[in-house]
């Protein structure tokens, strides 16, 4: 993969980034669990191509290939799970963090925990979720039983990844230090429009930017959305 090769990234997620940056001029941008699948490459189009200055990518998994990109780069790397990473919550303050597919899957802390102790150090949020549009309010998947569960997330008893909520869910996972169920490699919410927008206000941001991000067909009870929200006492929507 190339550095300015963005084939393979989602051009919703682009675009969200790309009117973010013309709306703000972020000096500097954290883009949290940003590896999985695209070796860092938002974060690397943030400060290859939109040209922010200070870019930190925050990730417990790491592949080899997006530790030589980001570094090539000149994207900090951060080799640490979320809740562990001092960088974002006690050593700086943020004009921008990205949250892409990352919300729907995080317990302990989970989605509204990890928005509330950003919030204080952030000045705009990029999110990027598969959305819950089956009902007005949203609730953790697993809450539904394991044959509802499989019904409704784009995934089948069979794969790897979810092998371990059946087998031994109350297991602690020795890397993660967390139950199997708590996992953040499985889906675990629905989290609706509703939702994410009520906890934001509540936190004092507001909503700048909603849009359906194009087609989504792994599932039709989730529908991706981006999400742009800036702390500010006077809102401006753009739709």
Request: negative net charge; charged residues 25%.
């Amino acid at each position: 993969m190339e550095l300015n090769d963005t084939k393979h990234l989602d051009p919703s997620k682009v675009e969200l980034l790309c009117l973010a940056n013309e709306l703000y001029q972020f000096k500097s941008l954290c883009d949290i669990g940003g590896v999985w699948g695209v070796d860092g490459g938002y974060s690397i189009y943030a400060k290859s191509v939109l040209g922010i200055p200070d870019v930190t990518l925050i990730d417990s998994h790491w592949t080899e290939e997006s530790r030589v990109l980001c570094r090539h780069s000149g994207v900090e790397i951060e080799e640490n799970f979320f809740n562990l990473s001092k960088v974002v919550c006690d050593q700086q303050s943020w004009g921008a963090v990205c949250l892409f597919h990352f919300l729907l899957h995080q317990v302990s802390p989970d989605w509204r925990e990890i928005l509330r102790i950003l919030s204080n150090k952030v000045t705009c949020f990029l999110i990027n979720n598969p959305q819950w549009i089956k009902d007005k309010t949203g609730f953790r998947l697993l809450d539904l039983g394991v044959e509802n569960y499989f019904s409704f997330v784009p995934h089948d008893k069979s794969d790897p990844s979810y092998k371990k909520i059946l087998e031994s869910p109350f297991e602690i996972d020795e890397f993660h230090q967390k139950a199997n169920r708590d996992l953040h490699h499985i889906w675990q919410w629905a989290i609706t429009n509703d939702d994410l927008i009520d906890c934001m206000k509540a936190l004092g941001f507001h909503l700048v930017y909603m849009r359906p991000s194009g087609v989504w067909d792994h599932n039709e009870n989730f529908q991706d959305f981006g999400f742009i929200f800036e702390k500010t006492n006077e809102p401006r929507c753009r739709n």
